[in-house]
């Protein structure tokens, strides 16, 4: 059994990670360029080969292809930028001249109703058409037809009298890069974001499970918007109830106006996406990149939302730069939701050029080569390793500081955790607390925000048959990784064993439980493990991954 050879390096290189002294030779490739204190900092072309030339980085000519072409993409946003602010000013005077005019249109309709001309003559007609419609066709006729119909009319006649939406300037046509894992996508990716400070107002950077979670936020805070607005019967417009017209006209008018909300929220998710990107504290004006980390499609929900919010955001304009380990027509290999899946991909392949990092080296073992000085990875659950374990709790308490207490941390949609074991950014749980719940990635990236460290201890042999809590496993490390957090563990196996297979083959590939994250001196990769190595012989030095089933194979990489 081997004992861990210094808790306090892991600590002190932890608050370093940090605080990102410029003292210590350890570079965040995911956070590096906030550093720099130029008002316009390198782009990702000249940050990559600087990095080859100190020896942080190992020539890749893959990689150097990748970071020519965001290097020209960058050079294109700062025009792309401009033209975009011009179209905005457009936009937002074609949007009020329309609203105007769809007012005035109203009051003009509200004006015959007021005369009783209105229904006499117009809507008369129009319940007399649609007698006999439903008789001919022995159909009821749906509640609101009438409304569609007036709506629709409306909106065709502001179409003739105030012109077509504005045309947005053609986008320049972002990056789709995928490959394997550990080839470096994801640092290339965020050597672009870093560069484009001070040059596109609005930008986003997102995982895939953050960026379902905020599509699930903005949903339900849609949704109760308009149930809150539906409980309001009596609100109506202050425009409305200043119009010298009577109160049932002013009902008529409001009715009009919640309608027309009504129709715009049928269809939520570009709605979503409109607020999805947008600064708002910077203005609407300007161009929009969205950097996009492991697209996946692991459910219907994420097909369907994906599909809805990108390709709304590619058709307003917005650059996206994603990364996955597939080709975008390899996403989807259970076939769901396929029509759907096809115009996303079609979308994809129109906006995004499709780049490869071929590279068949896994930078992950420059780091697990050198990681045998400690150990995070305990194993069997047996009293020995129970008593390494617990003994390293206490070590890394004591450094920290602190005194060991329970505390409750907040979690997205109002929720709270309860953490059981904490210190000074240490956290302690089981397996089962975190994994054996119905618990999630808004649950996981809480932990990751509020504790440096985490422990986790009684992990068993996962299969098939836990599979659920497999798959939180999997969310859980990926979050920690995400937020730069140590890791220690205890186990029920080696990692070589920890993942058994079925009858229908094995269910987790152990080649990709290790990440894209910062370089230390040459190093590219970076164990999750927090560079420890596993005690109790015979297994790899990095942690290595999962899942090879299908669709899971892709889900932790």
């Known amino acids: 059994m081997r004992r861990i050879s210094s808790i306090s390096s892991l600590f002190s290189l932890v608050l370093v990670r940090r605080s990102f002294s410029d003292k210590i030779h350890l570079i965040s490739i995911r956070s590096y360029s906030d550093q720099l204190s130029s008002p316009k900092p390198p782009g990702p072309l000249p940050q990559y080969r600087d990095l080859v030339e100190k020896g942080r980085l190992q020539n890749d000519p893959y990689q150097e292809k990748v970071a020519l072409a965001l290097e020209n993409l ?32 109203l009051m003009e309709e509200a004006e015959l109703k007021q005369q009783g001309d209105f229904w006499t003559s117009v809507n008369k007609r129009r319940i007399e058409l649609l007698g006999r419609w439903t008789f001919r066709r022995n159909v009821d006729v749906e509640p609101g037809v009438g409304k569609w119909v007036t709506y629709l009319n409306r909106e065709k006649k502001l179409d003739s009298l105030v012109g077509r939406r504005p045309t947005a300037p053609p986008a320049p046509k972002g990056l789709y890069i995928y490959g394997n894992v550990g080839s470096g996508k994801t640092m290339l990716m965020d050597m672009f974001y870093g560069a484009t400070e001070g040059i596109i107002k609005h930008r986003r950077r997102l995982h895939f499970h953050e960026a379902m979670l905020k599509i699930n936020e903005e949903m339900h805070r849609l949704w109760k918007n308009q149930v809150e607005e539906k409980s309001l019967q009596s609100s109506i417009s202050s425009w409305i109830m200043n119009l010298p017209v009577d109160m049932k006209v002013k009902e008529w008018l409001a009715a009009e106006e919640r309608y027309k909300q009504e129709v715009q929220m049928k269809n939520i998710l570009p709605e979503v996406a409109d607020k999805f990107l947008v600064d708002w504290k910077a203005g609407q004006r300007g161009a929009s990149i969205l950097c996009f980390d492991e697209i996946q499609t692991v459910d219907v929900f994420a097909i369907v939302a994906l599909s809805g919010i990108l390709s709304r955001l590619l058709s307003n304009g917005t650059v996206l730069i994603a990364t996955s380990n597939r080709a975008p027509k390899d996403l989807n290999q259970d076939g769901m939701q396929r029509e759907i899946f096809q115009k996303f991909v079609a979308k994809l392949e129109k906006h995004c050029e499709v780049v490869l990092v071929g590279s068949e080296i896994d930078y992950r073992r420059l780091i697990a080569q050198r990681s045998v000085d400690q150990v995070h990875y305990f194993w069997p659950l047996d009293g020995i390793t129970l008593k390494e374990f617990e003994k390293t709790w206490c070590q890394v308490a004591d450094q920290s500081g602190g005194q060991i207490t329970s505390n409750t941390i907040p979690v997205m949609f109002g929720r709270t955790l309860e953490v059981p074991e904490s210190c000074n950014g240490v956290a302690r749980f089981t397996f089962d607390y975190l994994c054996g719940r119905p618990v999630g990635a808004a649950d996981y990236i809480a932990v990751a925000k509020n504790y440096h460290t985490v422990l986790i201890s009684d992990i068993p042999v996962m299969s098939m048959r836990i599979h659920d809590k497999a798959r939180r496993f999997i969310t859980l490390v990926d979050e920690l990784y995400n937020h730069h957090c140590g890791l220690f563990c205890s186990a029920a196996s080696s990692i070589d064993n920890l993942f058994q297979g079925t009858e229908e083959g094995t269910l987790f590939d152990l080649e990709s439980f290790q990440f894209e994250t910062e370089t230390e001196g040459s190093k590219l990769r970076r164990n999750v493990l927090a560079e420890g190595s596993v005690s109790s012989g015979g297994a790899p030095a990095g942690i290595v991954s999962m899942l090879s089933g299908q669709e899971e194979m892709f889900a932790f990489r």
Do not use: G
Not at 77 to 91: A, G, N, P, T, V
């Open 74 to 105: 960058l050079q294109r946003l700062e025009q792309y930028e401009k033209d975009m602010q011009e179209y905005h000013i457009k936009l937002a005077n074609w949007e009020k001249k329309r609203e105007d005019e769809r007012r005035r249109l």
